[in-house]
Structure formats: C-alpha cells, structure tokens
C-alpha cells in the first residue's frame, strides 16, 4: 500500500510563507495529478489547488496569487508554495496524489499563522 507523507508545515507569522511537499513514503511513486485540500478546526475538508497531468493549475479564489502548486521534473513530489500568508490560512493541509489509476491522501500537515 502507497502512503503519502506531507512535510513542511509549521507556525509562521501573518504575511510569511511556508512550502509543504507530498512524496510517497518508502518508494517512489509516479504522479499523474494532485491537489491539495485543508480542512480548519470545526470545518470541512476545502479544495486549495490542483495540477493536472499536463502542468495545468487551477486554484480556490481564497488562495489565487498568493500559493502556487508545483511538482518536480521526475513527478515523484508535489508541492504547495504559500506566501502572504493570513491568519484564515491556519488548517491542517492534505494532499491528494492521482496515480496507476488509483487516488491517495496524505495524512495531513498543520500549518499555523500567528498575528
């Protein structure tokens, strides 16, 4: 079974950045797409961001300018580039990987802004 790992989240200031990646745990794995998702405290889980298999990227109007996804040359990590960060940003951050036909979910990283 395929586990993906996020990393990179951690307390920052309002108006830092943070970059969170998502890699398969143990092995590499191929990624086809992936997006990201956060979910706040007492909230659904909301959609952040996606890039498609083709580099295309689409993302959720709250974060439009201010985060960019990303993902390596050998499509082996995905990554989430967060900039002028707010306090709405705080949530736990998740991402989704599209590979050999299947879907997978990290377990999440906390990611945290302080005024």
């Known amino acids: 079974q395929v586990q993906f790992v996020e990393s990179g989240g951690g307390l920052v200031q309002a108006g830092g950045s943070l970059r969170l990646s998502c890699a398969a745990s143990?092995?590499?794995?191929?990624?086809?797409?992936a997006a990201w998702y956060r979910q706040a405290p007492g909230k659904q889980r909301k959609w952040v961001a996606t890039?498609?298999?083709?580099?295309?990227?689409t993302y959720a109007d709250s974060v439009k300018g201010r985060f960019t996804i990303s993902r390596d040359n050998a499509k082996t990590t995905v990554y989430l580039q967060m900039n002028s960060l707010k306090l709405e940003d705080t949530a736990v951050y998740y991402c989704?990987?599209?590979?050999?036909?299947?879907?997978?979910w990290g377990q999440g990283t906390q990611v945290t802004v302080s005024s």
């Open positions: 143990g092995s590499a794995f191929s990624i086809n797409a």
């Open positions: 989704q990987i599209f590979g050999g036909g299947r879907n997978y």
């Open positions: 890039i498609t298999s083709s580099g295309t990227t």
